[in-house]
């Protein structure tokens, strides 16, 4: 999978992938755990073979358990989630995006934070040709 190819996980891949970032690295139990509505334990199992076969997981041994870790970096993940937010809701569109999250209700910016977003688009300014 080259770094620019977004994967396509079912809903129930992506909360494994999602909790397995979440923490690092996890058994199968600690992955069933941390599911919403959750399946059994075979099928977070055969999940975590399926989605290690497609490439996505490793495992490693630890006694008679497997423990489980995501091929890609949470960086890495989080950018991939972010191009499908994106998409999905804001049509490609980072400045609807921003737009949105500024508008929330909940969203509360500190000073220091604005002054952060502040230099951001000022460097990204800076360094269009």
């Known amino acids: 999978m080259s770094k620019h190819d977004e ?20 058994t199968a139990a600690e992955v069933l755990a941390a599911l919403p509505d959750p399946p059994s334990n075979s099928a977070v199992r055969a999940l975590l073979r399926i989605l290690e076969e497609k ?35 804001f049509q490609g569109s980072v ?10 209700s909940d969203t509360k910016l500190s000073n220091a934070e604005l002054d952060q977003l502040q230099e951001m688009i000022q460097h990204a300014k800076a360094e269009e040709p």
């Open 95 to 104: 400045t609807n995006a921003v737009a949105a999250l500024l508008e929330a």
């Open 55 to 89: 490439g996505h997981l490793k495992h490693r041994r630890d006694g008679a358990r497997f423990v489980y870790a995501p091929r890609v970096s949470r960086e890495t993940a989080s950018r991939f989630a972010i191009r499908r937010v994106l998409s999905t809701f």
């Open 7 to 26: 994967p396509h996980f079912s809903r129930r891949e992506r909360q494994i992938m999602d909790a397995l970032h979440a923490r690092g690295q996890a």
